[in-house]
């Protein structure tokens, strides 16, 4: 079947730091991958997408890169801010149905 | 959240009540998707319908839930007979259309509580 694993967390960084957080998959087929992003009490925004190998999706500095051969989609950014602390969720989508398989996601937290 | 509606937004039920929580696509879109999210867990798949029609309830738990989405109205995920382990957040999502590919846009979800 298929899953998604994210690396364990909390994070915690100081502003203008980098930014990497791993996810690594397996999956049937040749899913599509995405980041989401949860604020607190809220529903998930799609932060990034990438839908065949070798892809790049970027957003509000953000970027992931669909790697087939190492089945990973790594999310970083260069410089974070405080205002993206939230929840961050690596999911794929695969066959028929299209629904969302998701890993368990990792708390970001930015200090001014 | 892309239009995407829910409601309530919080639901407190006592064990062994009813739990009605509803949701309303994007206008115009056909399509909704459940998800259920536990404390300090991802999201887990439900539950996939169309309008009047089941797709794929694989992820739903083979008693006490139900799910359906008639031709006029919002779709329903009824909980019966709760117990404290439904206690989570419920989101639903809908995709935006097509040549958008196959993302997912998602409503603000119901948090359950049962006392």
């Known amino acids: 079947g298929n899953s998604v694993t994210q690396m364990e967390g909390p994070v915690t960084l100081s502003e203008e730091a980098f930014l990497t957080i791993n996810c690594t998959y397996t999956a049937t087929g040749y899913p599509s991958l995405f980041w989401y992003v949860q604020y607190p009490g809220e529903g998930l925004q799609l932060l990034l997408k990438?839908?065949?190998?070798?892809d790049k999706g970027s957003n509000k500095g953000f970027e992931a890169t669909y790697r087939k051969e190492t089945t990973s989609f790594h999310l970083e950014k260069g410089s974070v801010q405080v205002s993206d602390s939230a929840v961050y969720f690596c999911?794929?989508?695969?066959?028929?149905?299209?629904?969302?398989?998701f890993g368990k996601g990792i708390t970001l937290s930015v200090r001014p | 959240n892309a239009g995407v509606m829910q409601n309530p937004r919080h639901l407190v039920r006592r064990r062994g009540q009813e739990a009605r929580l509803r949701c309303s696509p994007m206008?115009?879109?056909?399509?909704v998707y459940w998800y259920r999210q536990l404390p300090e867990e991802g999201l887990k798949f439900m539950v996939y319908l169309q309008k009047e029609n089941i797709i794929d309830e694989s992820g739903m738990p083979k008693e006490r839930f139900s799910a359906e989405f008639p031709k006029e109205g919002p779709s329903i995920l009824r909980i019966q007979q709760v117990v404290r382990g439904d206690s989570a957040a419920y989101f639903c999502?809908?995709?935006?259309?097509?040549?958008?590919?196959?993302?997912?846009?998602f409503g603000p979800g119901t948090r359950l509580t049962v006392l």
């Open positions: 206008k115009g879109h056909s399509h």
């Open positions: 990438a839908t065949k190998a070798d």
């Open positions: 999502a809908s995709p935006p259309g097509l040549g958008y590919g196959n993302e997912q846009f």
């Open positions: 999911a794929l989508s695969a066959g028929a149905n299209s629904k969302l398989t």
